[in-house]
Structures are given as structure tokens and as C-alpha cells.
């Protein structure tokens, strides 16, 4: 069963060489921790990287959301992701027609395909999507076999409108675009079809230093603890984000979050 295999295990069963990639690097840096790095600031950004680097296996960033974002920001990151090995995932969420997510990946001013390992991707548009972000790629004839998405597949945020039957709809997807999928972004493990998809978990924050840990941030997010959203939920990547960004130190955060996630991994593949 999926959930039961190691990352190792798993990545032997990818069709999707970064999905294969990103489960090796779990594995051997022992990590499944990502960190979103939602901070205003280039600088903070990539000093944040920089900290959490050891920690991590993945950081995820929306770019857009920056005050001074210059092109010197993707190979500045790409650098830190180097020297500390995680991948780096844009959580562009594109949700247009091929044409245009072709052209949001891979032009304007963020030129997100020429630093970004992962984006992530709403399943509405179908396929298409797909063909779009893959063309783009194939266009600029470059990093075809470097990139991948994930695909949106549930919302941890209060009320969302990704019912059960558009959960199915995008695990669907997924399945039929290994090709550039990596894995879903999703609440629960139910209905991922091959072992080989990575399952992105986000609304993740735990109470640290004897805090009360929270379950919502007052905008619609939903928490649950580490323990909860490997064991329960299925999680194979989790994604905390204020969870470190709030704490008085990042780094220190980061390694207590990591911590936490290993251990209920290893619980969950032993015996
Ligand atoms: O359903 C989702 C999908 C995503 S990618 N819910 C989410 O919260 N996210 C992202 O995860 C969100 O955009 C943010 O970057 C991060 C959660 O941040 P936190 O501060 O609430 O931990």
C-alpha cells in the first residue's frame, strides 16, 4: 500500500523523474518538510532559504506577492537551493487556458520556468493546462526534463468549492499526465493513483514552546498538526508557512517542524 512504502520504495515506482528526484532527496536528507517563504522582501526571502535550507526539501514561494522582485531572484535562489539541496516550487496556482499559462510560465517579468523546479496548477481547465505548461517548455527547449506541477486537487482553506467530485476529477488528471505531474496538493490521501505521485499538504502549524497550537488564522486556513497531517491525512510533503516565518527563529523552527514530520513518517512506514 502507497502509504506504507518508503520514499526510496516510492521512487523506484515513479514514472515522473521529479517526482523520483524529490522522493530520493527526502529520503537521504531525511527530510519532508517545505517551507513557504510568504515574506514582502527578495532579502528576506533568500535569507529565509538560506536558514531553513538544512531542513527542508522543498521551499515554495509566490513571487508576486514580493515588493522589489528583480530578476536576479530566481538565480539568487537557485544558488541557495544548490548549496543546501531542496527543490524550489513557485505556487503560481495557474488557472487559464494553455495559451495563456504558456505564457505566464515562461515570460514576463517572472519567468518562472527558467528558475522554478515545481508550480503548482489548478485542475479546472483539464488537460489543457497541462499542454500549455508543457509547450511553453518545449518552446524554450529547455528544462523539459527538469521541471514538474503539481496539481491543485483540494484546499485547506475553509468552505472551498473542491468537492469530493472534483478531487476524483483532478487525482484523474494527475494520473493521466505523469508526464509533467509530480503529485497533488490535497487534505487526504484518498483516491492519489500510483505510489510514485507526491501528496503536498499545506495548513500545517503545531504550538511551539508550550504555545496552544492554532487551527485557523482568522482568513479561512484550516491547521493541523504535524503528527496529524502525515499519519491522518496522508501527507507525504508538508507545508508550513507562518508556522516558521512567525517564529523568533526561523532555522530553529524549521529543524522542530522537520523533527516532528520525520518521526511521523517513520511511524507510518514502519513495521
Ligand atoms: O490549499 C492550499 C494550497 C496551498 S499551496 N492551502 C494553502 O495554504 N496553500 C499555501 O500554503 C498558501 O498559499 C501558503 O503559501 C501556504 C500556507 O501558509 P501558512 O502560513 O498558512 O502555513
Known amino acids: 500500500e502507497r502509504l506504507k512504502m518508503t520514499f526510496d520504495a516510492r521512487a523506484e515506482k515513479s514514472t515522473n523523474m521529479m ?3 524529490l522522493l530520493r532527496l527526502m529520503a537521504t536528507k531525511r527530510t519532508n ?10 532579502a528576506a526571502v533568500l535569507r529565509l532559504a538560506d536558514a531553513v535550507g538544512p531542513y527542508i526539501c522543498v521551499f515554495k514561494t509566490h513571487v508576486d506577492a514580493l515588493d522589489d522582485f528583480s530578476g536576479q531572484f530566481g538565480p539568487q535562489l537557485c544558488e541557495i537551493a544548490k548549496t543546501h539541496n531542496f527543490l524550489i516550487m513557485e505556487d503560481r496556482k495557474f488557472g487559464d487556458i494553455g495559451n495563456t499559462v504558456s505564457l505566464q510560465y515562461g515570460a514576463g517579468n517572472f519567468s518562472v520556468a527558467a528558475w522554478a523546479d515545481l508550480v503548482t496548477v489548478h485542475a479546472l481547465p483539464g488537460p ?21 506541477c503539481f496539481i491543485v486537487a483540494e484546499m485547506s482553506c475553509k468552505d472551498a468549492l473542491t468537492t469530493a467530485s472534483y478531487r476524483s476529477e483532478a487525482m484523474k488528471l494527475a494520473e493521466t499526465r505523469v508526464d509533467f505531474v509530480a503529485g497533488v496538493v490535497s487534505q487526504s490521501a484518498s483516491g492519489i493513483p500510483s505510489p510514485g505521485l507526491i501528496q503536498l499538504t499545506p495548513g500545517v502549524r503545531a504550538g511551539v514552546n508550550g504555545t496552544p497550537q492554532s487551527d485557523s488564522d482568522g482568513l479561512g486556513q484550516q491547521y493541523n498538526s504535524p503528527r496529524h497531517v502525515v499519519l491522518e491525512r496522508g501527507a ?3 507545508v508550513v508557512g507562518r508556522g516558521v516565518t512567525e517564529a523568533p527563529d526561523s ?3 524549521a529543524k522542530f517542524y522537520r523533527d516532528l514530520l520525520w518521526e511521523a513518517y517513520l511511524e507510518r512506514v514502519s513495521e
Open 19 to 21: 517526482s523520483a528526484r
Open 33 to 42: 518538510l517545505c517551507v513557504a517563504g510568504d515574506l514582502r522582501s527578495s
Open 128 to 148: 489543457g493546462i497541462i499542454d500549455g505548461l508543457v509547450s511553453c517548455l518545449e518552446t524554450h527547449r529547455a528544462h523539459l526534463k527538469d521541471r514538474a
Open 236 to 238: 507525504d510533503v508538508a
Open 251 to 253: 532555522a530553529e523552527a
